[in-house]
Structures are given as structure tokens and as C-alpha cells.
């Protein structure tokens, strides 16, 4: 089978490898929606690649169709569409039982796909654990949909979830590419009255507003934090959600949280450190705290990811603005994603 991997840093090309077999409990999956991610992009064009085979199968964000199943799976079969998160982890470790399902048998190892094992770039891939991974893809749900709940909007709402959005409260939300216009998304859900979008891309900007934001704060129009503050008379905000910029931005956000409310980061950080700013966190005693993780995975999540979609409370769909048919397209579609165009939102391969 055909699929596309990291052959050095900075050098994603095509390889041939043999079609995976799928153990007693797991699927192998014919990919019908492909999403190429900014992690592939830290991992193909970043160090942290460096770990990993030259000719790993990189990809995370797939829908597809059941092509095999091993003998102990019980709920699906070949034939079967389905949604398959970004987070596979193995449900059976003490992790997992203890709520730690995105690292499961160390750090990041929820991820198998990028970090363990091929992933979805590529015509077949093995998903480990199939029931209690695979989702059924409801009627009604569109693959551009769908392949935005994988990742996307599961990762974006954790940022909500875990900055502890509550009813009438008011969230800053820094970065918003996709993952930050899925946290405005379920920050919104979550009852937040006000919902301060940190970016300036024009169509970004409209999609924002569009999936619940009241204020967008531009940075190309002075300091953030001041604007932040200015907008909040002087009080800050409830909660924060860091989904783009770069370490500092964590700085950023502090000083405009309140004392003893959460800030939750979702970006891959690259830098050797974090700093953190003395002052807004009380000199370390201001009851400020910071969260990151990888956003949650497994079938019980994609359900209810998916059951939002169905039942029209948010379209991830919305994100894909470009969008591929061909399976030779997984590499423009990668690069647009390395490039970053003006526009670019999200870019994905449909395939049906």
C-alpha cells in the first residue's frame, strides 16, 4: 500500500509498505477523509521528528471504511463507516482506568498513530482496541464534518472543559485557527457570556463570531493583554484557552486571568522553556492554574462529539476551507498546512 511518511526532517515523501493485519481486537480501515494536522507538521518539519523511523506513516485524522476486523471485535464489521480519533489509546492499562487515557502506557502514548505506529496517510491503517475505539459514522454527518470531530473539535472543547468554562462567565481565547475556533465553539455551549477571540484573519474572524465569540481582539492593533484588560474593565477574565502563538503567549494569558481561575494550553510548545511571569501569578501564590494535554479520544468521546454535530448545536465542517479529492492530494494538502496561507483555515483530503 501506498502511504505518506517523514523520509527526514522537513522531507515528506511517499513510500510503499506492506498493507497492516489487524490482531483479535482490532480493525483495519480503508481511509475515506484524510486531514493533515499542524502536529504532522511540528513532527515532519520540527526536532521532535528526529525520534521517530524515517519512513513512519504520518497522520492522525481519518474516517474510513472497516475493511478487516480480528476475530474478538464485536461491534463492527467490513463495510461498516466509520470515525476514528486522533487518541487510540489501550483502555485496558491503569492509566486508562485512572482517567489518564492520553498516556496510557507513557507520555503520549494515547497518540499510537504519528508516535508508535503508521498513521492515517495512507490507503489502509491499523486501529488497535476497535470497539472501544471506532465510532460509527451517524446519519446525517458529513465526512468534512466528521474528520473535524477527531481532532479538532474533541481538542478545542477540552480547552474549554479544562479552563472550567462556567454559565455567565468570560473566556479569552488566544489563536484562532482551528482548534481555537473549536474552543470558541464549546466555550459558547458551555453557557460563557462573553468569549474574547485573540486574531486577526478576516475569514477566521467571521467564523469566530459565527460559532459564539462577542469581542475579537486583533494584536496587530496594540498590546493584547491591555486590550484584553481594557474590554474587561480592569478584571480580567474567567478562563483561558492558549491555542496559538508560542510560549510567551502563556504569559500573555496569565496576566489577564483572574486569581484562583484556570488557564489551558493546547499548543505543541517547542521551546527548551516556559517562562512564567511572576507577577500575575501573585509571586507563585495567586491560586492560578495551567492544564495541557492532549485533547480525548476513544469511542465514548466521538459519540458525544458527534451526537453536537448531529443534532446541529456546532458544525466542525466549517473549518475545511481547503479541500482535496484525490489520494495523491495528501501531500499539497500537507504542505498548504507547512505554508500557511492568509486563508488557510483547515485543509482536508475527501475521498468519497
Known amino acids: 500500500m501506498k502511504g505518506l511518511a517523514r523520509t527526514g526532517r522537513g522531507a515528506p515523501g511517499w513510500v510503499e509498505k506492506v498493507k497492516p493485519v489487524a490482531g483479535p481486537r482490532d480493525a483495519i480501515i480503508r481511509a475515506i477523509a484524510i486531514a493533515p494536522c499542524n502536529s504532522d507538521v511540528h513532527l515532519i518539519w520540527g526536532e521532535m521528528g528526529d525520534f521517530l523511523p524515517s519512513d513512519r506513516i504520518f497522520g492522525h485524522e481519518a474516517v474510513g471504511v472497516v475493511d478487516s476486523v480480528g476475530n474478538d471485535v464485536k461491534d463492527f464489521k467490513v463495510g461498516d463507516r466509520v470515525v476514528v480519533p486522533a487518541i487510540t489509546p489501550d483502555w485496558g492499562t491503569v492509566a486508562s482506568q485512572q482517567g489518564n487515557h492520553q498516556h496510557c502506557s507513557g507520555p503520549l502514548t494515547g497518540m499510537p498513530f504519528d508516535m508508535l505506529k503508521d498513521g492515517t496517510f495512507a490507503e489502509y491503517f491499523h486501529v488497535n482496541d476497535a470497539d472501544a475505539n471506532l465510532t460509527l459514522l451517524p446519519d446525517g454527518v458529513t465526512l468534512e464534518q466528521a474528520v473535524m470531530v477527531v481532532d479538532m473539535m474533541t481538542t478545542g472543547f477540552y480547552g474549554a472543559e479544562m479552563a472550567d468554562v462556567k454559565l455567565g462567565s468570560t473566556v479569552a481565547v488566544f489563536g484562532i485557527g482551528p482548534v ?88 505543541v510548545m517547542e521551546e527548551a522553556m516556559l517562562p512564567i511571569p511572576l507577577a500575575p501569578m501573585a509571586f507563585g501564590l495567586g491560586g492560578k492554574t495551567i492544564k495541557g494535554n492532549l485533547c480525548p479520544g476513544g469511542r465514548a468521546r466521538m459519540e458525544q462529539m458527534l451526537a453536537l454535530v448531529k443534532a446541529g448545536r456546532v458544525d466542525p465542517g466549517k473549518l475545511i476551507n481547503y479541500r482535496y479529492t484525490k489520494f495523491e492530494d495528501l501531500l499539497p494538502a500537507l504542505m498548504v498546512m507547512h505554508d500557511k496561507p492568509k486563508d488557510l483555515i483547515k485543509s482536508a483530503v475527501i475521498l468519497e
Not at 244 to 267: C, D, M, P, Q, W
Open 180 to 267: 481555537g475556533l473549536m474552543a470558541v465553539a464549546g466555550a459558547h455551549l458551555m453557557g460563557a457570556a462573553r468569549i474574547l477571540a485573540v486574531g486577526s484573519r478576516s475569514n477566521c474572524v467571521d467564523l469566530a463570531k459565527e460559532y459564539g465569540a462577542t469581542d475579537i481582539v486583533d494584536y496587530h492593533k496594540g498590546d493584547t493583554v491591555k486590550q484584553i484588560m481594557d474590554l474587561t474593565d480592569g478584571k480580567g477574565v474567567d478562563a483561558v484557552v492558549v491555542a496559538g502563538g508560542n510560549a510567551s503567549t502563556i504569559g500573555e494569558g496569565l496576566e489577564v486571568l483572574k486569581f484562583g481561575h484556570t488557564l489551558a494550553n493546547l499548543n
